[in-house]
């Protein structure tokens, strides 16, 4: 009953850890660009009581070992990168990615962080920079004067300048892959670093060695799925319920266990 206790204490852990995840996913439902993640479990060393090969008594030997778990732990969380749905803006400032890639910007301390989130804007002086004032990477300069700012789908900005006939080309956004992605490490701010899991970070223009393309005037919502979040943080309270209940159930047992004379 001892073993029960402390491998029901390791379930209510482990969903405990889940419903956390669960309710990250939920308050960013509305966070552009965000990406769900779900937690993954893994079961602790079993306890081995007796090998397969341990004699049966009648000569021979047992076909299966006899052994008990010992529980459970959270091992990992796993981030979906899956595209989400994409919000109509209309203002040309707004840019989104269809498929694979990061935008790459700079951060004060001047290393460089990873983002799907395309809401971006002017700063004082004309650069396009993310919603925390983060410079998009490399910098794109506009005009105070310019007019209707256009980007491609393959990155390249350009802008009608006053005095001029042609369109004035602004520079170009690169894309940033990973082959990991789920290896990134969360920086907050919609921001991701890389880190040894995920690898370097391969650039590219849009539409370029399997990177997506821009589509100006969107923004990316965040992918997830409200309905399926509800149905999992139900399944969390029930799993979380039994394992308190196996709690109750040892404890009247040991009860029981002491009244015995």
Known sequence: MIRALYTAATGMNAQETKMNVSANNLANASTTGFKRARTEFE???AERIQSADAPDGQGGTRATPLEVGLG???????????????????????????GNGFFKVQRPNGLLAYTRAGNLSLDATGRLVTQNGMVLDPSITVPQDAQQIVVRQDGM???????????????????????NAGGLHGLGGNLYE?????GLPVLARPGEQG???????????????????????????????????????????????????
């Open 43 to 45: 079961d602790l060393l």
């Open 72 to 98: 459970v732990r959270a091992a990992a969380t796993t981030r979906s990168f899956a595209q989400g749905d994409m919000l109509n803006t209309g203002n040309p400032l707004d840019i989104t990615i269809q």
């Open 157 to 179: 900005v350009t802008a009608q300048v006053p005095g001029q006939t042609d369109v004035v080309e602004l520079g170009t956004i690169e894309l940033a892959m990973f082959q």
């Open 194 to 198: 890389s880190t040894p899991a995920s």
């Open 211 to 261: 990177a997506g393309t821009l589509a100006q005037g969107f923004l990316e919502g965040a992918n997830v799925s409200t309905v399926e979040e509800m149905i999992g943080l139900i399944t969390t309270q029930r799993a979380y319920e039994m394992n308190s209940k196996v709690i109750s159930t040892a404890d009247q047992m040991l009860s029981r266990l002491t009244q015995i004379r």
